[in-house]
Every structure is written in C-alpha cells, then in structure tokens.
C-alpha cells in the first residue's frame, strides 16, 4: 500500500496569512500516461464529514473558494491556504486514489494564531 | 443536491453483527461507484470497501476482508455493508461516500476521490 505522510502535524497561522501544509506519498501516484497525480485534499471541520477540496493534485472543484489551491507532483504535494479565514480552522488531508487501497495522510490541523 | 445518508450504526458487542445503509439521492446513482470508509475517534481516515456501479465488483481493505460485505440496490439508490465478526478496533464513524469520475473525451473512468461524503453512522463496538 502506499504510505501518505503529512507534515506538520498542527500549523498555527494568523488571520490573513498564508499556511502551506505537505503530503508525501511512498511512491508516485503520477499516471504517465495521462499525466495525471492522482492526489486529493478534504477539508474536515469538527463533527462534520470531510468535504473535497482539490483533485488531480491542483484542481478545485466548484464552490471551493480559490484561496484554496494545490501543487505538487510525483511524490510531493502542497496544500496553500492563500489569506486564511477563520472559517478555514480544519484538519485537512491529503489522499492518493492512483491504486487499491486509496490511502489517507495522518491530516494536518489549521488553527488561528 | 446530492445527499447521502448513512444509518444502522449503534453499540455491539464483539464477535457481533451490524447492518449499515446508505440511502442516495439527487444524482444518477447507477452511474457511480459508492464506497464506505471510517475514522475511529480522534483518528484519520480510512477507505473500507468499494462497489462498482453496476454492483458487479467489490474491493476491502485487507483489515476487514472475510468480515465485512459490501452490497447495493440500484432500484432503492443505497449501498450497505454487512459488518460481523466486529472487534474492538472496528469502532469508528462509518461514512458512505460518492466516487467521482472523469472523462477522457471518449469514455468515462470512474476514480477513487470522493466528492460528496454522508454525515456519517456511529458504531461502538464494546462488551
């Protein structure tokens, strides 16, 4: 299976600031032939289910605000929090879906400095 | 609106059984792979089992193989997953959850991200 490693753990930002949070997969999740990172992001706020916020390593889906945004490839991915709100306090994780299992990192928790 | 709504979790003791559903609406439900994942208190997020669209296919995560089954009814839009033999390490909220899908332009792939999550069902598994 591959292992997805996030870092840090828990990143303490000030309202309106930038917060840059990491994923590193085991091996590449970069499908040559389409040239597709098949790496996602969910936001998760307590007591709620996650909800998406980028697929194919950089892509938003509708009604994602764009201060979300996503980088990175092969093995090495970037979650950017442009201008944090309050309403962005959250884990967020990132997840592989290039084989079977799909596997999760251990999530990175936002707070407001 | 897509909604998903997950039930039939509860407190079960272990070696025990539970039947969770997951009822789908406001989407083209037979177009879709369904998937169940959990997360154990405090804890991250693990995929479970997923069903092909047209229920002909199963995969599990090697934790709950021989265990758990995975099943739908795509006359009654839901998707279940039969849990028995359930162990202390099985507690956790069970969330049910819509796998996305791309187009290539000339055929559609269905894609193991998941776009829209139910709110989840908890199950305790505890003497």
């Known amino acids: 299976d591959i292992v997805m490693t996030q870092s840090p753990d828990s990143l303490a930002v000030s309202l309106g600031e930038r917060a840059t949070l990491n994923c590193k997969s085991s091996q590449s999740v970069l499908n040559t032939s389409n040239k597709r990172n098949y790496l996602a992001w969910y936001q998760q706020k307590p007591r709620q289910p996650p909800r998406l916020l980028i697929y194919w390593a950089s892509t938003r889906p509708s009604g994602v605000p764009d201060r979300f945004s996503g980088s990175g490839s092969v093995t090495d991915f970037t979650l950017t929090i442009n201008g944090l709100q309050a309403e962005d306090v959250a884990v967020y994780f990132c997840q592989h879906y290039f084989s079977t299992p799909p596997t999760f990192g251990g999530g990175t928790t936002v707070e407001i400095k | 609106e897509v909604q998903l709504v997950a039930s039939g979790g509860g407190l079960v003791q272990p070696g025990g059984s539970l039947r969770l559903s997951c009822a789908a609406s406001?989407?083209?439900?037979?177009?879709?792979?369904m998937t169940w994942l959990r997360q154990a208190p405090g804890k991250g997020l693990e995929w479970v089992a997923n069903i092909k669209d047209d229920g002909t296919k199963t995969y599990y995560v090697d934790s709950v193989k021989g265990r758990f089954a995975i099943s739908r009814d795509n006359a009654k839009d839901s998707v279940f997953l039969q849990m028995s033999s359930l162990r202390a390490e099985d507690t956790a909220i069970y969330y049910c959850?819509?796998?996305?899908?791309?187009?290539?332009?000339?055929?559609?792939?269905?894609?193991?991200?998941?776009?829209?999550w139910g709110q989840g069902t908890l199950v305790t598994v505890s003497s």
């Open positions: 959850a819509r796998d996305a899908y791309y187009s290539d332009g000339s055929k559609n792939y269905s894609v193991d991200f998941f776009d829209s």
């Open positions: 406001g989407f083209a439900f037979t177009t879709h792979w």
